[in-house]
Each structure stands twice: as structure tokens, then as C-alpha cells.
T-cell receptor, first 114, second 116 residues
Framework: KQEVTQIPAALSVPEGENLVLNCSFT??????LQWFRQDPGKGLTSLLL?????REQTSGRLNASLDKSSGRSTLYIAASQPGDSATYLC?????????????FGKGTLLTVNP | DTGVSQDPRHKITKRGQNVTFRCDPI?????LYWYRQTLGQGPEFLTY????????KSRLLSDRFSAERPKGSFSTLEIQRTEQGDSAMYLC??????????????FGPGTRLLVL
């Protein structure tokens, strides 16, 4: 059974700081890995999707890396802003017939202080 | 707004009552998913539709839960004889087509259920 762990559970940083969120998964036979953002009481917004054959993806100030063999991914946020405050969720799908089914971590609650 | 929509956004009910939630996916998305998220946890997969066919149900979906997508467009999730443990956010997501590593799931705002 795939298990996804996110560290740290919560992180508080001053505005402008660069930061890294970590995600690990137990089964390396993944189809893809996604990072989502969730604001309090709201749904999820997809930030980045990394295919199993890729090593990283970038979007603006966000960069996500994937090391499938070690079962790890990181989300790097550059020059953090108060508007980045949210919960960040990592999710993986397994290769094979159920590649549509996402397994999520519990998330990292990020607070960026002005 | 052309995103995934869910109705209602909030529902408070008494234990033992039945509730029904609706999800309208993005137009022409043929895959639809339901997830449940409890406080402090990530979403957990419940069920998946491709067009009108329900292709997988998680063991989390007990006999009290039923989901339908009768015309391959909107979907409903019904919970019968609600229990306090059913209190959660119910999230719906959709994707445009099968078989692409590039597809991402587009999530709705969720329905927050509180069972008293």
C-alpha cells in the first residue's frame, strides 16, 4: 500500500525567505506526482505535476523535483510571500490500472509572516 | 466560472438523516472522482467514474454510501443514515481524458458535512 509522508507538518517563515517542503513515498512505481495548494476550507489547486520520467518541473517561483528511486520529492518556493500561506499537499498515483487514483500526504501548513 | 462546482458548500445534519451532494465537473471531462478529507488529513479516494460507469469504489465507501453519474455529466453522492464519523469535507474532481501522464485532477471547492 502506497504511503505518502510530508515533512514538516507546519512551517513558519518570514516574508522573502526561500523554503523547501519535503514529500516521501513508499512505492517507487509511480505514474506521476503532483503538488497541490489548499487554502483553509477550500478545495485543492494543482501547482505542479511531474511525470514519472521527469526529474523536475518549474512554475514561476515554484520548483518541484522528483527522485523516484529514493521515493522523494521536494517543493522549493523562492522569495516567499504572505499570499503563499496555505497547506501544501503532495499526491502520487501508482503506475498500472489504477493510475488515476491519488494518494495524498497530510500536508505541510505554511505560514509566511509579513 | 468553468471550474468544478459542488453543491451545497456546507451541510449540517442530525445523525441518522440522509444527505445528498452534487458535483458538476468541467464540461466534457469524462472522468470524475470523489474524495473525503477529514481534519488534518489529506484527501482519501472514494470512487471514480468514467462517463456514467462507476469503475472503482474504495473500501471506505460503506454500504451507506452510493454515488451515481447517470448521464455522464454531473454526479451525486448520497450518504444514508449519517453517523458522526461521516463528518468531513467531500471533494469532487475531474479530468479530461484517460491515458495521459500530463492530466491533472481539477478539484471543486468541496462540501463540508457536519453530523450532529
Amino acid at each position: 500500500k502506497q504511503e505518502v509522508t510530508q515533512i514538516p507538518a507546519a512551517l513558519s517563515v518570514p516574508e522573502g525567505e526561500n523554503l523547501v517542503l519535503n514529500c516521501s513515498f513508499t512505492d517507487s512505481a509511480i505514474y506521476n506526482l503532483q503538488w497541490f495548494r489548499q487554502d483553509p476550507g477550500k478545495g485543492l489547486t494543482s501547482l505542479l505535476l511531474i511525470q514519472s520520467s521527469q526529474r523536475e518541473q518549474t512554475s514561476g517561483r515554484l520548483n518541484a523535483s522528483l527522485d523516484k528511486s529514493s521515493g522523494r520529492s521536494t517543493l522549493y518556493i523562492a522569495a516567499s510571500q504572505p499570499g503563499d500561506s496555505a497547506t501544501y499537499l503532495c499526491a502520487v498515483s501508482l503506475s498500472g490500472g489504477s493510475n488515476y487514483k491519488l494518494t495524498f500526504g497530510k500536508g505541510t501548513l505554511l505560514t509566511v509572516n509579513p | 466560472d468553468t471550474g468544478v462546482s459542488q453543491d451545497p458548500r456546507h451541510k449540517i445534519t442530525k445523525r441518522g438523516q440522509n444527505v445528498t451532494f452534487r458535483c458538476d465537473p468541467i464540461s466534457e471531462h469524462n472522468r470524475l472522482y470523489w474524495y473525503r478529507q477529514t481534519l488534518g488529513q489529506g484527501p482519501e479516494f472514494l470512487t471514480y467514474f468514467q462517463n456514467e460507469a462507476q469503475l472503482e469504489k474504495s473500501r471506505l465507501l460503506s454500504d451507506r454510501f452510493s454515488a451515481e453519474r447517470p448521464k455522464g455529466s454531473f454526479s451525486t453522492l448520497e450518504i444514508q443514515r449519517t453517523e458522526q464519523g461521516d463528518s468531513a469535507m467531500y471533494l469532487c474532481a475531474s479530468t479530461p481524458r484517460a491515458g495521459s501522464e500530463l492530466e491533472t485532477q481539477y478539484f471543486g471547492p468541496g462540501t463540508r458535512l457536519l453530523v450532529l
